[in-house]
């Protein structure tokens, strides 16, 4: 189902997007919108990797940014914590749009998120999200900012196992409860797929048969994170491969002939694993001497493991970036930013050095961003 196509091997051909009735019939003429739907955190080194990509790779790309959790905090530090959040990715995001969610919140902050999400919008269009397994009360703060905004509202639906068919009437419920004026978008949340969801795909399909034709969605994505927790026995020789389960799910998916297939976008948590963006970011205690940099190919990530101190620093991570280099599957510096600093990298090249956590991420995350989004149009 794949074929290649120079520096993006693998690549599949770009969907045309055709907005349908409740009824799952044409209401329109056929319609462009972003590709792809990567899950990110509000932390700077997400929004950095955003920033850098190339306008025409930004342009195609629409975000669900993810608050992390802020537990403990009084009313005025979360509504604080999360406006320095919401800044920093306003100022990456104020061009296109994307999608804004608090996934980690309890019932007691959503007073103090609502005031914080509704002007969010001043950056951008910054879409709010609910979701049909979450409290009354922040559906309706979600709600209530939808239709002040006027640009949409994502009903994030998570299946991290076997689909429930109860769910399906529970977004019914919800989308009764929606403004009919205010485009819903269906935002299908996998979590983690990993070795262990060998039927992601067949689970996948009958989300997507239960709830397509429930609205007139403006956006239909499916989503899932396929990346590991790197581990230092995984580590130990320095360099590991693992294979892109997120990605074989989604070809799984859509090489069926359902209707509805053409609509769908893809999704993932970009090069990073799904459960991290569960950490709570002031949680920090140290941690070990070495973080990792994730690079992306056609079946798989390779991980190659950096170091944050000691003699040998420098000279290890230039070692592990040549390493990449040197992969018959490296696009070389012309694919992106991402691959230019690992040029610099490797040669000692530029102002960059050999990096710390937030360059590796937001390398990773860059090149990740990039490589998904040519396969897709290609």
């Given at each position: 189902?794949?074929?290649g196509?120079?520096?993006?091997?693998?690549?599949?051909?770009?969907?045309?997007?055709?907005?349908r009735?409740?009824?799952?019939?044409?209401?329109?003429a056929?319609m462009?919108?972003?590709?792809?739907?990567?899950?990110?955190?509000?932390?700077?080194?997400?929004?950095?990797?955003?920033?850098?990509?190339?306008?025409?790779?930004?342009?195609a790309?629409?975000p669900?940014?993810?608050?992390?959790?802020h537990?403990?905090?009084?009313p005025?530090a979360?509504?604080?914590?999360?406006?320095?959040?919401?800044?920093?990715?306003?100022?990456?995001?104020?061009?296109?749009?994307?999608?804004?969610?608090?996934?980690?919140a309890?019932?007691t902050?959503?007073?103090?998120?609502a005031a914080?999400?509704?002007r969010?919008?001043?950056?951008?269009?910054?879409?709010?999200?609910?979701?049909?397994?979450?409290?009354?009360?922040?559906?309706?703060?979600?709600?209530?900012t939808?239709?002040?905004?006027?640009?949409?509202?994502g009903?994030?639906?998570r299946?991290?196992?076997?689909?429930?068919g109860?769910?399906?009437?529970a977004?019914h419920?919800?989308?009764e409860?929606?403004?009919?004026?205010?485009?819903?978008?269906l935002?299908?949340?996998l979590?983690?797929?990993?070795?262990?969801?060998?039927?992601?795909?067949?689970?996948?399909?009958?989300?997507?048969?239960?709830m397509?034709?429930?609205?007139?969605?403006?956006?239909i994505?499916?989503?899932?994170?396929?990346?590991?927790q790197?581990t230092?026995?995984?580590?130990?020789?320095?360099?590991y491969?693992?294979?892109?389960?997120?990605?074989?799910?989604?070809?799984?998916?859509?090489?069926?002939?359902r209707?509805?297939?053409?609509?769908?976008?893809y999704?993932?948590y970009?090069?990073?694993?799904?459960?991290s963006?569960?950490r709570d970011?002031?949680?920090g205690?140290?941690?070990p001497?070495?973080?990792?940099?994730?690079?992306?190919?056609e079946?798989?990530?390779?991980?190659?493991?950096?170091?944050?101190?000691?003699?040998?620093?420098?000279?290890?991570?230039?070692?592990?970036?040549?390493?990449?280099?040197?992969m018959p599957?490296?696009?070389?510096?012309?694919?992106g930013?991402?691959?230019?600093?690992?040029?610099?990298?490797a040669?000692?090249?530029?102002?960059?050095?050999?990096?710390?956590?937030?360059?590796?991420?937001?390398v990773g995350?860059a090149?990740?961003?990039?490589?998904?989004?040519?396969?897709?149009?290609?």
């Amino acid at each position: 189902m794949m074929a290649g196509n120079g520096f993006f091997p693998g690549a599949r051909h770009a969907v045309t997007l055709v907005i349908r009735g409740g009824n799952g019939s044409a209401e329109g003429a056929a319609m462009s919108g972003p590709l792809y739907v990567p899950v990110l955190p509000t932390r700077p080194y997400a929004a950095d990797a955003y920033r850098r990509l190339r306008p025409e790779v930004q342009g195609a790309t629409a975000p669900l940014w993810s608050l992390p959790p802020h537990h403990g905090l009084s009313p005025s530090a979360l509504a604080a914590a999360v406006r320095r959040e919401v800044a920093v990715v306003g100022k990456a995001q104020r061009h296109h749009a994307a999608w804004l969610d608090a996934p980690f919140a309890d019932d007691t902050h959503v007073l103090p998120l609502a005031a914080v999400l509704r002007r969010a919008g001043t950056f951008g269009p910054l879409r709010p999200v609910t979701g049909p397994e979450r409290s009354a009360r922040q559906q309706q703060s979600a709600m209530a900012t939808a239709a002040d905004s006027g640009d949409g509202i994502g009903i994030r639906v998570r299946m991290p196992g076997e689909w429930d068919g109860d769910t399906a009437d529970a977004v019914h419920d919800l989308l009764e409860r929606t403004d009919p004026r205010v485009p819903v978008d269906l935002l299908l949340d996998l979590g983690g797929v990993l070795a262990d969801r060998p039927d992601a795909g067949k689970e996948t399909l009958r989300a997507l048969d239960a709830m397509h034709s429930l609205a007139a969605w403006r956006t239909i994505a499916m989503i899932g994170g396929g990346v590991l927790q790197a581990t230092a026995g995984a580590l130990e020789e320095g360099w590991y491969e693992q294979p892109r389960r997120e990605w074989k799910t989604w070809c799984h998916v859509t090489e069926g002939d359902r209707a509805y297939l053409p609509r769908l976008r893809y999704g993932d948590y970009g090069a990073q694993p799904a459960a991290s963006l569960a950490r709570d970011t002031r949680s920090g205690k140290g941690g070990p001497p070495w973080g990792v940099l994730r690079y992306t190919t056609e079946q798989s990530y390779v991980v190659a493991k950096m170091l944050t101190r000691g003699d040998a620093r420098v000279a290890h991570n230039r070692t592990a970036a040549r390493r990449l280099l040197d992969m018959p599957q490296f696009r070389g510096p012309v694919a992106g930013a991402a691959e230019a600093w690992l040029r610099d990298c490797a040669y000692g090249s530029g102002t960059g050095g050999t990096g710390n956590f937030s360059t590796w991420l937001w390398v990773g995350n860059a090149q990740h961003m990039t490589y998904v989004v040519h396969s897709l149009r290609d």
